[in-house]
């Protein structure tokens, strides 16, 4: 009885916010073109909100009108040959959530080419839906998990903390790194499980909505928040911003610390690269 709760929560948030579900209130906001304002839900219309309200926060490193920069990169994948200059150029003009307008029932877009994704935060949204319901069903303990975002309520079991493990992207020498955490959220930001491919190189999914292009020097990007959208959300910003303003960032949000995985030079991708760790001020107290 408190797991249906959760899960109706997730299946709600998908059936809103996926790009992949033609009714769903992005993709109708998407199909309706410049000037068109669109009735969104309650929720839709929070993620929305709390969107802009990250992309300010991040100097726009978060920034979920990117959908229009996915989906050039999406066909240069397809056509195996990089975006040039002017196309990039050219995309960005629909990019930023300062074209977005939003009002108490309606979102519409103010630039031709615009569109949203909101999976850089809805998953986390949906996690904090699923982790509330299960709590009000009755949960003491109990742990969400949806694609590497995860959210705890309380412990596992009295006075023993949930045990996290956050992965390393190339698996070299280093001991696998664990994080204990209650009543807290963790999300990871990662290039090793999505990615595109043009010209025999690999790129990240992860793209600079302020460049138009695919972040190169954070392969790992973690966050602890409160809840688990903020960590959603600053942790492709941080994946974005790189290890120095990253930092200075998080450092300066209370209750929310991070761990980057930075590449130290130029080189090649892969399983053995070298990579050193950045810390937030307060991160190392979650390591086991």
């Not at 959208?229 to 610390?257: F, K, R, W, Y």
């Amino acid at each position: 009885k408190m797991i249906a709760p959760a899960v109706r929560q997730v299946r709600r948030v998908e059936a809103l916010m996926s790009t992949y579900l033609p009714q769903s209130d992005v993709s109708r906001l998407n199909a309706a073109g410049v000037g068109r304002p669109v009735e969104l839900s309650v929720l839709t219309l929070r993620v929305l909100r709390e969107s802009v309200r990250f992309s300010g926060l991040t100097g726009g490193a978060f920034d979920v009108t990117y959908a229009p920069l996915r989906s050039l990169w999406r066909r240069a994948q397809r056509e195996d040959a990089l975006p040039q200059e002017e196309e990039i150029r050219e995309v960005l003009r629909a990019v930023g959530c300062d074209r977005l307008v939003l009002s108490q029932r309606t979102a519409t877009f103010s630039v031709e080419g615009m569109a949203v994704d909101l999976g850089g935060i809805a998953k986390g949204f949906a996690v904090d839906l699923a982790a509330e319901a299960m709590a009000e069903a009755g949960a003491r303990s109990a742990l969400v998990d949806i694609g590497g975002d995860v959210r705890a309520v309380g412990g596992r079991d009295e006075g023993e903390k949930w045990r996290v493990e956050i992965r390393d992207p190339r698996r070299g020498d280093r001991r696998p790194i664990f994080l204990r955490v209650a009543d807290l959220a963790v999300a990871t930001s990662g290039d090793y499980a999505r990615y595109f491919v043009v010209r025999g190189r690999r790129f990240s999914h992860i793209l600079d909505p302020r460049t138009g292009r695919p972040v190169r020097d954070v392969p790992s990007a973690t966050v602890v928040a409160p809840e688990a959208m903020t960590a959603d959300a600053l942790a492709t910003a941080v994946s974005v911003l790189g290890p120095q303003d990253a930092l200075e960032l998080i450092n300066s949000l209370q209750g929310v610390e991070c761990m980057i995985m930075a590449r130290t030079g130029r080189q090649e991708e892969g399983e053995g690269e070298e990579l050193r760790l950045y810390f937030s001020e307060g991160f190392e107290g979650f390591v086991e």
